[in-house]
């Protein structure tokens, strides 16, 4: 495989590639593939040293989980395979998809071979891994001409394709069909979403476009929520994006910061919307709002507090002690009742907007000293 294909999905920064802080933010626990580990931590000295850091911290902090993911798929091999063949029948169907992800991902695999590629590796880093599987398989090596030919049947926007052309394009198309079945295999049996690189969306739309997602529980969030949450860190609030796996940390342990978030983004996709500039500015409204009546609240609570302070069951049986130590009673009594009021009435009020306010915490405490 391409090196690009092999590591979870990652972000460039100036010391190389770290994992997307923006995608993980919507996990409390993460599962990565003992192999892609290792791959990883192979690289630690190269361009991946920054996500092998993350990656060991969340370890440290029982975050990281370890699978092997191909002992998982391999009971289930013949039933892959079936449901691929079954699936790449309807070339035409899929093939719109697979070009719109090549174009994407073409000028991603060039760049990446520039930048950290090995020059024994270049023509297989910047190639369709469907073209190249093919070649393999079929002639045991990578010709030139059918290399160049295979290609264009990719890269063409013709629409009309010979019988022998379509036989071709099927077998390039079943190695990114197969990927994308055994994924779902894969987070139906650990119970967790997928997250894959942006490039993949497409083939998974069209996997799921048959399935009865309405129904059930909604409790494996598509693609669209990582996708969603890069949007948000990324192009609407990047100035609230942690800046170190430290950072990550902090948010995922913060009590109601991961689910708010994640429900938000999953409510939003429900109703048929994604992360704007609008959306945005009415959340920022929202949970402006959310604090100010909790604090009102918080004072009426306090205000009332202090009136039933005065009349606390059994308070004429202190009579002989003197208003002192009345007085100091009820403030003990006061201020046990007001934390547990206003633990309650903060909960409430805001706990929608935990996510956006932990990040701000965040910020807050590692802004730059005057």
């Known amino acids: 495989m391409q090196e690009h294909s092999v590591f979870?999905?990652?972000?460039?920064?100036?010391?190389?590639?770290?994992?997307?802080?923006?995608?993980?933010?919507?996990?409390?626990?993460?599962?990565?593939d003992a192999s892609a580990l290792e791959f990883v931590k192979q690289r630690k000295h190269l361009h991946l040293k920054p996500?092998?850091?993350?990656?060991?911290?969340?370890?440290?902090?029982?975050?990281?989980?370890?699978?092997?993911?191909?002992?998982?798929?391999?009971p289930h091999h013949s039933a892959i395979v079936k449901?691929?063949?079954?699936?790449?029948?309807?070339?035409?169907?899929?093939?719109?998809?697979?070009?719109?992800?090549?174009?994407?991902?073409?000028?991603?695999?060039?760049?990446?071979?520039?930048?950290?590629?090995?020059?024994?590796?270049?023509?297989?880093?910047?190639?369709?891994?469907?073209?190249?599987?093919?070649?393999?398989?079929?002639?045991?090596?990578?010709?030139d001409s059918e290399f160049a030919r295979l290609h264009s049947l990719i890269e063409s926007?013709?629409?009309?394709?010979?019988?022998?052309?379509?036989?071709?394009?099927?077998?390039?198309?079943?190695?990114?069909?197969?990927?994308?079945?055994?994924?779902?295999?894969?987070?139906?049996?650990?119970?967790?979403?997928?997250?894959?690189?942006?490039?993949?969306?497409?083939?998974?739309?069209?996997?799921?476009?048959?399935?009865?997602t309405e129904i059930g529980k909604a409790n494996f969030p598509s693609l669209g929520i990582a996708e969603n949450a890069r949007c948000l860190f990324?192009?609407?609030?990047?100035?609230?994006?942690?800046?170190?796996?430290?950072?990550v940390v902090k948010f995922i342990k913060k009590r109601g910061a991961v689910p708010s978030l994640r429900k938000e983004l999953w409510d939003l996709l429900a109703n048929g919307e994604a992360v704007s500039k609008d959306w945005m500015l009415k959340v920022l409204n929202e949970a402006t709002k959310a604090q100010l009546i909790t604090e009102k609240r918080n004072r009426i609570i306090k205000w009332i507090g202090r009136i039933a302070g005065l009349v606390i069951p059994g308070?004429?049986?202190?009579?002989?002690?003197?208003?002192?130590?009345?007085?100091?009673?009820?403030?003990?009594?006061?201020?046990?009742s007001e934390t547990s009021a206003e633990a309650i009435s903060n909960r409430s009020g805001k706990a929608r907007f935990e996510w956006y306010y932990a990040l701000q915490h965040i910020q807050l405490n590692h802004s730059p000293k005057a």
């Open 315 to 336: 308070g004429d049986l202190l009579g002989g002690i003197g208003v002192g130590a009345i007085d100091a009673v009820k403030d003990v009594i006061l201020d046990a």
């Open 51 to 74: 996500m092998a850091y993350s990656l060991s911290v969340l370890e440290s902090e029982g975050l990281l989980e370890v699978q092997n993911f191909g002992d998982m798929c391999k």
């Open 83 to 143: 449901k691929t063949e079954a699936l790449v029948e309807d070339v035409d169907g899929w093939l719109p998809v697979a070009k719109a992800q090549w174009r994407v991902l073409k000028p991603e695999l060039e760049e990446f071979q520039r930048l950290y590629g090995l020059k024994d590796r270049v023509k297989l880093d910047v190639s369709h891994f469907g073209v190249v599987n093919f070649l393999m398989k079929r002639d045991g090596e990578i010709k």
């Open 234 to 247: 990324d192009m609407i609030i990047p100035e609230l994006k942690p800046s170190n796996i430290g950072e």
């Open 8 to 32: 979870p999905i990652g972000t460039e920064i100036s010391s190389g590639i770290d994992l997307d802080y923006s995608a993980i933010l919507i996990a409390e626990k993460f599962i990565i």
């Open 157 to 212: 926007p013709k629409r009309r394709l010979k019988s022998s052309d379509k036989a071709d394009l099927r077998e390039i198309l079943k190695p990114l069909v197969a990927q994308v079945i055994m994924n779902d295999l894969i987070r139906k049996k650990l119970e967790s979403p997928f997250i894959d690189w942006d490039d993949a969306q497409g083939f998974y739309s069209r996997f799921y476009l048959g399935q009865w």
